[in-house]
């Protein structure tokens, strides 16, 4: 059993910035990447930027330059700074965590957080 929790979600100006944060708890021995998607009404999740067991991180075009990726591996934590933000940064952020090794000597594929919301407006 894997829970993923995202805190940081909010009401931002263009041009502002957010923090977010998501833990994963569980009996979990390891956990390969973990991540960031994000859903915008009308569209598909995207993936929005991800970080790898050894710090090798991947940003979506469309957020490089403007949000990074970082993670607590010892606190099963991962962080999206999400500075400059501009409107259509708007939408449902979810956390994902990749090739988790329980405790129990378990594989499971990939955990998903409930989300939470960003937006951008003035």
């Known amino acids: 059993q894997v829970q993923l929790v995202e805190s940081g979600g909010g009401l931002v100006q263009p041009g502002g910035s957010l923090r977010l944060s998501c833990t994963a708890s569980g009996k979990i021995f390891s956990i390969y990447s973990m991540g960031w998607y994000r859903q915008a009404p009308g569209k598909r999740r995207e993936l929005v930027a991800g970080v790898t067991i050894g710090t090798n991180a991947n940003y979506a075009d469309s957020v490089k330059g403007r949000f990074t990726i970082s993670r607590d591996i010892d606190l099963n934590t991962v962080y999206l700074q999400m500075n400059d933000v501009r409107p259509e940064d708007t939408g449902v952020y979810y956390c994902?965590?990749?090739?988790?090794?329980?405790?129990?000597?378990?594989?499971?594929?990939?955990?998903w957080g409930q989300g939470t919301q960003v937006t951008v407006s003035s």
């Open positions: 994902t965590a990749d090739h988790i090794r329980t405790s129990e000597g378990d594989n499971l594929p990939v955990a």
